[in-house]
Every structure is written in structure tokens, then in C-alpha cells.
């Protein structure tokens, strides 16, 4: 039998395919960019057909050279949401975690619905990323596409369904919308009333190790396979990166910075906290993931790049460089903490720990004595100082002190972030050699769902690490000062949050 193992991830920017042998070495890899349309500052969606037809595409990449395979196991990005009507067609977009619309509903479930008690039965916090307020959302405010809809599905049920011909969502995919309960792995009756539908408007339920065959003819043309091979349906991208760099163990931590980013570890029940900070989203019925999202990672870079960056952008092109290795050159001229410069990434709002869509981004402490270095440094810091207000957060649940942070992403690839995530958190920080963790992650749980491992935990043999970034004493202690000011003066400003949002709202 092959050992060739598969692992797809549906991303908010691309598709993924990594084709692992079984000891985890890369062997093949391809990527399917496709769009967000983003109109406004509240919209953001994507067109479901051009995502299902980016899975076909990069399976067949890999099935072209190699066809003959042990399982195909996916990941896919959380809180999307498409309604479907009777006669299976999607009758919206993609409405993706981004999606701002249903501002006002979240608020309305957390003011009139007992929004906490929601959280804590469903580990997923009340937000207008959760498909729990973006179908209430439609419920009120697009009335007439809610009473056409028959399913409300993610994008992984979408190609499963043209696969299988079946409507399932896997326990990880559905602790993310805000409508299953932690306890039971059942919709939740609160949940489903709160939003106005009924268990039959939902996918059915199964482990994320459920293991599909049978796969359509015609599919199993297009993508060059057998129809009995072996697809596990899988998880979340967010809980497979922590199994992807083996992050499944009693004080690890995981760190993940692309787009947006994450701090997560993982418990051996669900655990939500009494503040609402954290979410706490299944892997397996015996692996939650507890931790914290945020909107502002790499997006931050980007904006640097694009408005503060652009005779680096100019000198790259005639060199035919990287402009970001320009950027992190100006960041690394200027000492930790910017000279007292600090940056509020709020960019896009914010997830955890505020869950505040109305924050917006700001520097403090501005002087005459900054230059664009400093600027520059400052926004790198406030990404990784952003985060550490989720661990903080993080820690207070967790069963053992933190020992170790596992970093991947597209930021781990930086020398400078990495050397400032272990400073600000004061912590050992690792950087696995497979950036896509949640493709191996995909793969590591497609071995488990076939009885090829025994355990979870048996994951680490499939690892090693290429990066090892101790705290710096000095360093530490200059962080050590400014992440409490950070962290006030994001309080303080609160009310003014929502004036200038407002403010914004009123002059688009």
C-alpha cells in the first residue's frame, strides 16, 4: 500500500496541496490563488466556485505526478458562511470571518441574549465572524435570501457536498460557528433559536475523523483518483497548525502570524473563559484548542510596505530584491521598543482579546526624535505585542506554565519578528521546518483516522525545528515596561473607538 499522504487547505487567500511520504517530508507542493471582494471596509466575500474549483485544481497538480494515495485530508479556514437553497445552489457569496456586517447583531446577542452564557456553551465568542451573527444578520436585515435558504453551510461542506453528495461538518469546523455545544457535540438549542433555524438548516455533524469514499465519478475524473480513496474530512486550519507543529502538549504554545494571527494551545477537555476573551475549538472529542485570534498580522507589514515603504518597493524592483528584506534592514537599525514608540495594529478592528470591531489603529508617543525606522519598528512590535495580550490571557486557563512557543506563518520566516516574539513573550521560541502546519496537521489526523498512529502525541516524530530564538535579557525588560502601557491605553481609548468608527461609518 502507498504511503503518500495529502493535505489540503482551503485558505482565505489560496488553496493549498502538500504531498507528504510518511515520515512528513515534503515531496510535492501547489497553490491556487482566488479573490476576496471587498467593496466596503464591512464586506468581505468570496465566490464559492472559484474556491471548489482551486481544490480541483491543485489535486490535480499533484494527482498528475502522483495519483496513488494513501488519503486525502483537509483543512479549511473557519466562520464561513453560505446559504444554500433547495435546490442545492448557493444564493450568496462566501461570507468570510472578515465580514463586518453583522456588527450589530453581535451586539444585539450579547446585550439581549445573554451573549456570555452563548459563548460559554459554544466556545465560540459572539462576533460578526461567527456564522452564528452573520446568519441572524441575515435574518433581519436580508430577509428575503433567509427564507429561501434551506442550508447554511462553510466552504469545506460546499466541496464535500459536490464530492459526496452529502451536507457534513466536521465538530471542528462547527465549534467555530457559534452554534454547537462543547458538551454535547450537538447544535445548540439556545444557539439555533437566537439565530431563527432549525438542526435540518445545518450540515450533519462528525468527528474529524470521519473518513469518506465513494467519491462521484465524475469528481474522481477530474481529479485523477480512484473513487474508493480515502478522504478525511479533517478540521480547522487554526487547530491543525497547532497539531502541525506538534503544539498538542501540556505547555506549548503556538503562534501564527499569515494575513492575521493566532496564539493557541491545547487542553484535554473545552475550557472557556469567564471573560469571553478566548475561543475553545474541538481537534478530536480528547484535543481542544483554546486561545485567541487576531485580524492584524502580516496585513500590517503589507500596509507598511504600501505606504511608508515605497522608494524600498522602487530599489527591489531595480534590484530585483525582496523589498520586505529592505524593510526588516530599517527595522533592525532602531533598539527594542522603538524609543518609546508604541503601535496599535488595529487596522481591521480586532478580534481577541477586545472582540471589538470599532478599534482602530493609532501611534503613541510620537516625537520629533522618530524617524520612518522607528515607525516602521513600532508597527512590527505592535503586531507581536498585540499578541501577547491574547497569551496573557491564555495563560490564565491553562493547566501548566508556558514552556515553549511553536511560530509558524509567514512571519516565521523573518529573523527579526522571531527574535521579538521571543522577547515580548519572554519565552523559548521554535520554528518547525514546514511552514504549512496545517496541511501536515491534515495529514497527521488523516494517519490517526486510518489507525496508522495510535495517538496524537505520537506527532512528534514527524518533526524537526530550524530556528531557535532565545529571549534577550535586555530586551525582555524593555518590553517587560511597554506592553503594560500597550495594553492601558487600548483600554482607555475605548469609548473613543466607537466614536471614530462611528465617525468613519457616517464619511465613507
Same mark, same amino acid.
Given at each position: 500500500?502507498?504511503?503518500?499522504?495529502?493535505?489540503?487547505?482551503?485558505?482565505?487567500?489560496?488553496?493549498?496541496?502538500?504531498?507528504?511520504?510518511?515520515?512528513?517530508?515534503?515531496?510535492?507542493?501547489?497553490?491556487?490563488?482566488?479573490?476576496?471582494?471587498?467593496?466596503?471596509?464591512?464586506?468581505?466575500?468570496?465566490?464559492?466556485?472559484?474556491?471548489?474549483?482551486?481544490?480541483?485544481?491543485?489535486?490535480?497538480?499533484?494527482?498528475?505526478?502522483?495519483?496513488?494515495?494513501?488519503?486525502?485530508?483537509?483543512?479549511?479556514?473557519?466562520?464561513? =458562511?453560505?446559504?444554500? !437553497?433547495?435546490?442545492?445552489? /448557493?444564493? %450568496?457569496?462566501?461570507? *468570510?470571518?472578515? #465580514? &463586518?456586517? +453583522?456588527?450589530?447583531?453581535?451586539?444585539?446577542?450579547?446585550?439581549?441574549?445573554?451573549?456570555?452564557?452563548?459563548?460559554?456553551?459554544?466556545?465560540?465568542?459572539?462576533?460578526?465572524?461567527?456564522?452564528?451573527?452573520?446568519?441572524?444578520?441575515?435574518?433581519?436585515?436580508?430577509?428575503?435570501?433567509?427564507?429561501?435558504?434551506?442550508?447554511?453551510?462553510?466552504?469545506?461542506?460546499?466541496?464535500?457536498?459536490?464530492?459526496?453528495?452529502?451536507?457534513?461538518?466536521?465538530?471542528?469546523?462547527?465549534?467555530?460557528?457559534?452554534?454547537?455545544? =462543547?458538551?454535547?457535540? !450537538?447544535?445548540?438549542?439556545? /444557539?439555533? %433559536?437566537?439565530?431563527? *433555524?432549525?438542526? #435540518? &438548516?445545518? +450540515?450533519?455533524?462528525?468527528?474529524?475523523?470521519?473518513?469518506?469514499?465513494?467519491?462521484?465519478?465524475?469528481?474522481?475524473?477530474?481529479?485523477?483518483?480512484?473513487?474508493?480513496?480515502?478522504?478525511?474530512?479533517?478540521?480547522?486550519?487554526?487547530?491543525?497548525?497547532?497539531?502541525?507543529?506538534?503544539?498538542?502538549?501540556?505547555?506549548?504554545?503556538?503562534?501564527?502570524?499569515?494575513?492575521?494571527?493566532?496564539?493557541?494551545?491545547?487542553?484535554?477537555?473545552?475550557?472557556?473563559?469567564?471573560?469571553?476573551?478566548?475561543?475553545?475549538?474541538? =481537534?478530536?472529542?480528547?484535543?481542544?484548542?483554546?486561545?485567541?485570534?487576531?485580524?492584524?498580522?502580516?496585513?500590517?507589514?503589507?500596509?507598511?510596505?504600501?505606504?511608508?515603504?515605497?522608494?524600498?518597493?522602487?530599489?527591489?524592483?531595480?534590484?530585483?530584491?525582496?523589498?520586505?528584506?529592505?524593510?526588516?534592514?530599517?527595522?533592525?537599525?532602531?533598539?527594542?521598543?522603538?524609543?518609546?514608540?508604541?503601535?496599535?495594529?488595529?487596522?481591521?478592528?480586532?478580534?481577541?482579546?477586545?472582540?471589538?470591531?470599532?478599534?482602530?489603529?493609532?501611534?503613541?508617543?510620537?516625537?520629533?526624535?522618530?524617524?520612518?525606522?522607528?515607525?516602521?519598528?513600532?508597527?512590527?512590535?505592535?503586531?507581536?505585542?498585540?499578541?501577547?495580550?491574547?497569551?496573557?490571557?491564555?495563560?490564565?486557563?491553562?493547566?501548566?506554565?508556558?514552556?515553549?512557543?511553536?511560530?509558524?506563518?509567514?512571519?516565521?520566516?523573518?529573523?527579526?519578528?522571531?527574535?521579538?516574539?521571543?522577547?515580548?513573550?519572554?519565552?523559548?521560541?521554535?520554528?518547525?521546518?514546514?511552514?504549512?502546519?496545517?496541511?501536515?496537521?491534515?495529514?497527521?489526523?488523516?494517519?490517526?483516522?486510518?489507525?496508522?498512529?495510535?495517538?496524537?502525541?505520537?506527532?512528534?516524530?514527524?518533526?524537526?525545528?530550524?530556528?531557535?530564538?532565545?529571549?534577550?535579557?535586555?530586551?525582555?525588560?524593555?518590553?517587560?515596561?511597554?506592553?503594560?502601557?500597550?495594553?492601558?491605553?487600548?483600554?482607555?481609548?475605548?469609548?473613543?473607538?466607537?466614536?471614530?468608527?462611528?465617525?468613519?461609518?457616517?464619511?465613507?
Amino acid at each position: 500500500m502507498t504511503k503518500l499522504m495529502l493535505g489540503i487547505d482551503i485558505g482565505t487567500t489560496s488553496t493549498k496541496a502538500v504531498l507528504y511520504n510518511q515520515t512528513g517530508n515534503v515531496l510535492q507542493q501547489a497553490a491556487q490563488e482566488y479573490p476576496l471582494y471587498t467593496p466596503n471596509i464591512n464586506v468581505a466575500e468570496q465566490d464559492p466556485e472559484e474556491i471548489y474549483q482551486a481544490v480541483i485544481t491543485v489535486i490535480r497538480q499533484i494527482t498528475n505526478q502522483h495519483n496513488d494515495l494513501m488519503f486525502v485530508s483537509f483543512s479549511s479556514a473557519m466562520h464561513s =458562511l453560505i446559504a444554500i !437553497d433547495d435546490k442545492d445552489e /448557493a444564493i %450568496t457569496p462566501c461570507i *468570510i470571518w472578515a #465580514d &463586518n456586517r +453583522s456588527k450589530a447583531w453581535a451586539t444585539d446577542i450579547l446585550q439581549h441574549h445573554d451573549g456570555l452564557n452563548l459563548y460559554q456553551r459554544t466556545g465560540t465568542p459572539i462576533h460578526p465572524m461567527s456564522p452564528l451573527c452573520k446568519i441572524s444578520w441575515l435574518r433581519h436585515e436580508q430577509p428575503d435570501i433567509f427564507l429561501k435558504a434551506d442550508k447554511f453551510i462553510g466552504i469545506k461542506e460546499f466541496v464535500f457536498k459536490r464530492f459526496f453528495n452529502q451536507y457534513v461538518v466536521d465538530h471542528s469546523i462547527a465549534s467555530a460557528t457559534g452554534l454547537m455545544n =462543547l458538551k454535547n457535540l !450537538d447544535w445548540d438549542q439556545q /444557539a439555533l %433559536t437566537v439565530a431563527g *433555524i432549525e438542526k #435540518d &438548516n445545518l +450540515s450533519t455533524l462528525v468527528p474529524t475523523t470521519a473518513v469518506f469514499t465513494q467519491l462521484k465519478q465524475q469528481v474522481a475524473n477530474q481529479l485523477n483518483l480512484d473513487c474508493n480513496t480515502p478522504f478525511i474530512i479533517g478540521a480547522s486550519d487554526g487547530v491543525l497548525s497547532n497539531l502541525g507543529v506538534d503544539a498538542i502538549g501540556s505547555g506549548d504554545i503556538a503562534v501564527t502570524i499569515g494575513t492575521s494571527g493566532a496564539v493557541r494551545t491545547t487542553l484535554t477537555e473545552p475550557r472557556t473563559d469567564s471573560a469571553g476573551r478566548t475561543f475553545c475549538y474541538a =481537534l478530536t472529542e480528547h484535543h481542544w484548542v483554546v486561545g485567541g485570534p487576531v485580524n492584524n498580522g502580516g496585513v500590517v507589514l503589507q500596509w507598511i510596505k504600501d505606504q511608508l515603504c515605497t522608494s524600498e518597493v522602487a530599489e527591489a524592483k531595480r534590484t530585483a530584491t525582496d523589498p520586505y528584506d529592505l524593510i526588516m534592514q530599517l527595522a533592525e537599525s532602531v533598539a527594542p521598543g522603538s524609543n518609546g514608540l508604541i503601535f496599535h495594529p488595529f487596522l481591521t478592528g480586532e478580534r481577541a482579546p477586545s472582540w471589538n470591531p470599532d478599534v482602530r489603529g493609532s501611534y503613541f508617543g510620537l516625537t520629533l526624535a522618530h524617524k520612518r525606522a522607528h515607525l516602521i519598528r513600532a508597527a512590527l512590535e505592535g503586531v507581536i505585542l498585540n499578541l501577547f495580550t491574547v497569551y496573557q490571557a491564555l495563560t490564565e486557563m491553562m493547566e501548566t506554565k508556558a514552556t515553549m512557543i511553536r511560530a509558524t506563518g509567514g512571519f516565521a520566516r523573518s529573523p527579526l519578528w522571531r527574535q521579538m516574539l521571543a522577547d515580548i513573550f519572554a519565552v523559548e521560541v521554535t520554528v518547525p521546518e514546514s511552514h504549512e502546519s496545517s496541511c501536515l496537521g491534515a495529514c497527521i489526523l488523516g494517519l490517526y483516522a486510518l489507525g496508522e498512529i495510535t495517538s496524537l502525541e505520537e506527532s512528534s516524530a514527524f518533526f524537526g525545528h530550524s530556528h531557535h530564538h532565545q529571549p534577550d535579557e535586555k530586551a525582555k525588560q524593555v518590553y517587560q515596561q511597554l506592553a503594560p502601557i500597550y495594553s492601558s491605553i487600548t483600554a482607555d481609548l475605548k469609548t473613543n473607538y466607537q466614536r471614530i468608527a462611528d465617525f468613519q461609518a457616517a464619511n465613507e
